[in-house]
């Protein structure tokens, strides 16, 4: 169960939860890098791939020739960066490099024992071998695609990831791939292209240690048949708050729910709020956050609240990634009293996924402002220019997104830097 964290409008974590006057600037991170989410077997994000983004300009740094190596140098210099160190925390990191980049020292800027080197034209062995052996020396670790070339590794103590593209098998050969893997000693097995919930449940059924993919965004075939009695209850609170209700009126709401209303004061006395005294009540406790604050706050609950469903995680994640990204996008381009709909449309966007409904009959229990409902379900209003962006910004799709970017009045430069300040801002959500 995640532990959400409110933001303020700006969306830094909140230092109290009644006043919010210290601003950040943006990370310094390179815009050019992608990042696919490693995801354990339980749902939960433990790493990222890093990339870099398709037909992007890239600084080309002294030394660097061939495009490969731009693009491994432009990689590895935005990594090594101190606050995006800082965002990862103790997640793995993937990242794929040509062999010859092996000799970098940026490499020897990293953590090993967190990094794991996927290097496409490693075989056969040659020149390249000695850096390798090298960084298998340093503690890095190593992703190999299927079992090839396991055997032909260096014979030296290493972490050794074999990794399967689920579009390349059917059930019966993932099977076998899986068990020769593991009869060659690997450490690790990664599926990737893990798009349904059926091979999800497959590949942890065949104990794969990691995957890739978008299957949590599918809902379970059961998913929409009722909704659970913990999300009715939110969705309640949300429509009471929307509306300005009176504190005792949505007190007696809350204390409906034991397992809510501990929520809640855990959430009020946590370090997040940083409140000097401990507040003991559910009263007390929503005249601090106030009606605006318990909405964002409810909202994300909204996802967070896992009863059986192990995608909700990594839902959670993706709608938080949008929702930031959305609300960045168009806080500069919109009076502030309309900014709270930014965040609160690009998250219920994935309303849909998470309950497996239309989306327009999964918000058909929420009172909803107009705007948020027009980008929703019309594409039309004042946020829809900006979550169409930040959907365009998941798939990568830098023709749309320039096109996008022309409409709305922003820079691609702008709206890359935007997209990966919100996965790192993302990682600030406690699990």
Request: glycine letters at 8%; one cysteine or more; hydrophobic letters at 45%.
């Amino acid at each position: 169960m995640h532990e959400i964290r409110p933001h303020d409008q700006a969306g830094h974590v909140a230092t109290t939860a009644v006043e919010h006057t210290h601003t950040i600037d943006p990370l310094p991170v390179a815009p050019y890098i992608t990042r696919a989410p490693l995801l354990n077997p339980e749902g939960r994000i433990v790493g990222y791939e890093l990339g870099v983004r398709p037909h992007v300009p890239l600084p080309v740094l002294p030394g660097a020739h061939t495009r490969a190596q731009i693009e491994d140098e432009a990689l590895l210099s935005a990594v090594i960066d101190l606050e995006y160190q800082q965002a990862l925390g103790d997640k793995l990191t993937i990242l794929a490099l040509s062999s010859a980049s092996l000799a970098s020292p940026l490499l020897s800027m990293l953590q090993p024992a967190r990094t794991l080197l996927f290097v496409p034209d490693l075989l056969p062995l040659d020149g390249s071998a000695s850096n390798l052996t090298q960084r298998l020396q340093e503690g890095f670790g190593l992703v190999l695609d299927d079992a090839q070339g396991v055997a032909s590794m260096p014979p030296i103590p290493t972490r050794r990831y074999v990794r399967i593209d689920l579009r390349q098998h059917n059930a019966m050969s993932l099977g076998h791939s899986a068990v020769h893997a593991r009869q060659l000693g690997v450490q690790g097995l990664i599926a990737r292209h893990v798009d349904t919930w059926e091979m999800f449940e497959a590949c942890r059924r065949l104990g794969f240690d990691l995957v890739q993919g978008e299957y949590y965004l599918h809902a379970l075939a059961s998913a929409g048949r009722q909704l659970q009695a913990g999300r009715v209850l939110i969705m309640d609170l949300l429509n009471l708050v929307m509306g300005h209700a009176d504190f005792p009126v949505i007190e007696a709401k809350f204390k409906q729910d034991a397992a809510l209303s501990y929520k809640l004061l855990r959430y009020i006395n946590s370090a997040a709020v940083g409140l000097r005294y401990p507040v003991k009540s559910i009263g007390q406790a929503l005249v601090v956050l106030g009606h605006d604050q318990l909405y964002r706050w409810l909202t994300l609950l909204l996802f967070a609240h896992t009863e059986g469903d192990p995608r909700s995680r990594a839902l959670l994640r993706h709608a938080v990634v949008r929702g930031r990204l959305t609300e960045l996008l168009g806080e500069a381009h919109l009076p502030k009293a309309e900014r709270g709909g930014l965040f609160i449309a690009g998250i219920l966007s994935m309303l849909d996924s998470l309950l497996g409904l239309p989306l327009a009959q999964a918000l058909d229990g929420l009172q909803l402002p107009p705007g948020v409902l027009d980008a929703l379900l019309r594409d039309t209003g004042p946020y829809a220019p900006y979550l169409q962006l930040a959907r365009a910004c998941e798939q990568f799709d830098q023709s749309t997104i320039a096109a996008l970017c022309d409409q709305a009045g922003l820079s691609a430069e702008a709206v890359n830097l935007a997209h990966v300040n919100a996965l790192i801002w993302s990682e600030g959500l406690a699990d």
